[in-house]
């Protein structure tokens, strides 16, 4: 079984930075892909970045290029994203998830954790 818990969520600042991680027991030898998503109050879910578990091709929705970075250390079966230059409108709570198939479906999901960005 597939367990995903993510950390590192918090209050902060426009401008400021977090750093959230995505530790992933179970199966993790066997995931292709791991994304993060995020879900703001009243919005649907959406995609925000991913990257290929046994490489390091990563993509990232275009208002978070430049500023959110997606890195994995498999060693330690975590994911990582890096939030900086953080807005207002990127106050969601974030999800990690395990792509397992290649098919572009996540099957697994984390609890998520929140993010809250002041002005």
């Known amino acids: 079984q597939v367990q995903l818990v993510e950390s590192g969520g918090g209050l902060v600042q426009a401008g400021g930075s977090l750093r959230l991680s995505c530790a992933a027991s179970?199966?993790?030898?066997?995931?292709?892909?791991m994304g993060w998503f995020r879900q703001a109050p009243g919005k649907e879910r959406e995609f925000v970045a991913a990257i290929i578990w046994s490489g390091s091709r990563t993509s990232y929705t275009d208002s978070v290029k430049g500023r959110f970075t997606i890195s994995r250390d498999n060693a330690k079966n975590t994911v990582y994203l890096q939030l900086n230059s953080l807005k207002p409108e990127d106050t969601a709570v974030y999800y990690c998830?395990?792509?397992?198939?290649?098919?572009?479906?996540?099957?697994?999901w984390g609890q998520g954790t929140q993010v809250t960005v002041s002005s």
């Open positions: 179970g199966r993790a030898f066997s995931f292709y892909r």
């Open positions: 998830a395990a792509d397992t198939k290649g098919s572009g479906s996540y099957a697994y």
